[in-house]
Each structure stands twice: as C-alpha cells, then as structure tokens.
C-alpha cells in the first residue's frame, strides 16, 4: 500500500498493522525463558485484532524454522530489548520524580496498564481515533484497569496533536517523558525534524525523550531485506513493511537533537543485547541493521 499525506488505517492495515506486528512480538518475547518483559496484554490484543498470520504467530502456529531470522524465540530477543529499553525509560524518569508521561503513536502499547507507575503518575497514549478506540475497549473487555492514570488523545501526529494534548490535560510547564518508539520512519524527513521540534517546545527542563531509529532507511530496499521478504511471503505474512517507510535523506536524530539543547547518548542494537546476555545474530540481515540506535536524551535545567 502506498503512502500518501492523508493516509488513514487501523489495526489490520497499513501502518496500524505494524503495531499489531510489535504486539505479536512482544507476546513471544514475553513468553521466552529469558523473561525480559512481562506483557500479558499482547497476546489477547493481537488476537482481538484478528490479522490471520498474526494470530497463529502467537499460537504457535506457523512453521518457524529454528534459528532463522523467524525462530519465534530470536523475534522475541529482538522484541524483548526494545521493549526493555524503552520500559527503562519510562520508570528511570518516574523514579526521578517526573509525573508526566506521553506515548507517541501508542498502538498496542500497553505499558499504562502493566508498567508499576508511581502514585499521582498520569500516562497520555497518542494516536489515531480508531486505535485507541480498540485498544481501550478490547482492555475493558479483558476487565484491565491502568496502574496509571491513562488519558488518551485520538488524534493522527499530522494533525494538531499539541492543541489536543493540552486540552486533555497535558502541562508544558512539568517535566515530561516521551518515547516515540517505532515511529520515525514512518515519517518524512521534514516530519521528524517537526515532531522533534514539537517536542521540545512542550518540554519543561529536566525532561526526557526516548526513541530507536536506523540512519538509512534503504536498508529496507537491500537484496537481504528482499530476500527477508520471500521468506515472509512463503510463511503467509504479506505486509510489505518497505512501502510503509518514507525514504530520502535525514537529519542525523543524535545531531539535530544535540543542536537543540538536549543532552543525548545513543547505544546501539548490539550493546542492548550484550547488556541482556542475548548474542546478536551476524548473518546478512542482522548486519544490514546493526546500526539500529536506541537513543535517550534530556532536556537541561
């Protein structure tokens, strides 16, 4: 499906099914031995989503070959660092006192109701109408309540998601913790340096800000990455995850933040793994995205 500015899905389609996917991946990171994440959420979700190769991935189902690049249990090692990453972020900041937290382009993200928030915390989830409409009333319906205050905001990142966040709530005068997690390259170049932009003007000092991104997307237009896809294709998996992502040159994220006043550190993949006891893979396809970086920056006094 190709992009356009005005594009619209849900949870089975276009974009929307990419958060159906993490979610899928999460539930088999959470049922790994390693048990670095605990979602009991995913797995439920995933399957009140209803997409077919999605569902059987969480049953069990499909015919994974072990040690491939869709062995259930390596999907889930990737999952798992991600997700523990980004876990670290939100609870290293409410440990520090920030009560104020926003999910960007939330999807199936279900840390407002499994993550042990601090008393008086307050979780706003962003992203389309129809997302978070499923999402909160497929949770009601599995009787999950938040560990935080949760509060969302139904509104598509292109639109004016600021005005929508203040009116629900959100105060720019407190410090904040933001995570846009598998989010960036499903903007245009000139929507990132926007979205980041955003942000900082509605970031307090001492605010926080976490995201993971690739530095050149034509990773996604590589001979490994084809040759991923046939695999993907031949076990019943048809979205093309290449057409979703918007090409072209960037702002090196490390930098531009930089240059805006935040203080960044960016890790790589590699290192994540390595700090969870988990050994990176080295055939053709790990490699084309071991300069994944996972980024965490502040926002000085």
Sequence with gaps: MTRTDSDKWDLASSVGA???MVAAQRALASASPEKLID??????????????F???MVDGEVDFADGDEFDPVRMGHGMAVRTRFFDQHFLAATESGIRQAVILASGLDSRAYRLAW????????????EVIDFKTTTLAGLGAE???ERRTVSIDLRDDWPAALKAAGFDPAAPTVWSAEGLLVYLQ?????TLFDTIAALSAPGS???CEFIRDTGVFTTEAWREHRKKLSAIGFELEIGDLVYHGERNHIIEYLTGAGWTVTGRQVRDLYEECGLEYGDDELAVA????TYLSAVLPG
């Design 18 to 20: 990419t958060a159906t």
């Design 39 to 52: 979602d009991p959420f995913a797995a439920p979700l995933v399957r009140a989503v209803g997409i077919d």
């Design 54 to 56: 999605f569902t059987r």
């Design 118 to 129: 601090p008393a008086g915390t307050v979780v706003y989830e962003v992203d389309m109408p």
């Design 146 to 148: 938040p560990t935080a």
């Design 189 to 193: 170049p000139d929507a990132q340096d």
């Design 208 to 210: 926080r800000l976490a």
């Design 289 to 292: 995205f071991d300069d994944m």
